[in-house]
């Protein structure tokens, strides 16, 4: 399952220009969740529930789409809330 993040603003990525996000939840692997988990608390996350932590999120969204934890964190607030909305549905069995 793919889920499309219409982002409120372009962003550029590399050379690529971005209209909309693609986060490709059908790619992901328990490998990648746990290096995400690794990262988050290498970041200094210390949420018992990482499944509540929007480090978390942000890296787990980084492991699914062209961008890197560092161009999430940097997305605008309403787009930044819009994909760690999308990875919290997912990991709750919701997306």
């Given at each position: 399952m793919a889920k499309i993040i219409k982002l409120s603003e372009t962003i550029t990525v590399g050379n690529e220009t971005l209209h909309e996000l693609e986060l490709d939840f059908n790619s992901l692997r328990g490998l990648d969740l746990l290096e995400a988990e690794k990262e988050a608390r290498a970041l200094g996350d210390e949420s018992v529930m990482l499944t509540l932590s929007m480090t978390y999120h942000a890296a787990v969204?980084?492991?699914?789409?062209?961008?890197?934890?560092?161009?999430?964190?940097n997305l605008k607030g309403d787009d930044f809330t819009k994909v760690t909305n999308a990875v919290f549905a997912f990991l709750m069995g919701k997306g």
């Open positions: 969204a980084a492991k699914i789409s062209v961008l890197s934890y560092d161009d999430v964190i």
